[in-house]
């Protein structure tokens, strides 16, 4: 599983946090592209956003159980409680629990 971004940027300093606005962007876009790479996600993100701050939201949707990463680090949207539930059953999918 890809380490998460925000542990690496304890240490570092946040240039830029995200908007409500780009978060929902990003939400967006990765439910349209289904299972993604970031770089993927960050090429077809509509708005301008700095690769900095979509990962600081990656994070975010990946700490709440909003998105899952597969054992090549893509992307997939897993909000759907009932899809969830499906991934949950996948070994190879990480839904981060909280503990």
């Given at each position: 599983?890809?380490?998460?971004?925000?542990?690496?940027?304890?240490?570092?300093?946040?240039?830029?946090?995200p908007s409500l606005?780009?978060?929902?962007?990003?939400?967006?876009?990765?439910?349209?592209?289904?299972?993604?790479?970031?770089?993927?996600?960050?090429?077809?993100?509509?708005?301008?956003?700095?690769?900095?701050?979509?990962?600081?939201?990656?994070?975010?949707?990946?700490?709440?159980?909003?998105?899952?990463?597969?054992?090549?680090?893509?992307?997939?949207?897993?909000?759907?409680?009932?899809?969830?539930?499906?991934?949950?059953?996948?070994?190879?999918?990480?839904?981060?629990n909280g503990r």
């Open positions: 599983m890809p380490q998460l971004a925000t542990k690496q940027r304890k240490e570092e300093h946040v240039l830029h946090y606005r780009t978060v929902m962007l990003i939400e967006e876009t990765i439910k349209e592209l289904g299972v993604t790479t970031k770089t993927n996600l960050f090429k077809a993100l509509k708005n301008r956003v700095m690769w900095q701050t979509m990962e600081t939201v990656i994070d975010y949707l990946h700490a709440r159980g909003m998105v899952a990463f597969d054992k090549e680090g893509k992307i997939v949207w897993a909000h759907d409680p009932e899809l969830v539930r499906r991934y949950l059953k996948k070994r190879h999918l990480n839904v981060w």
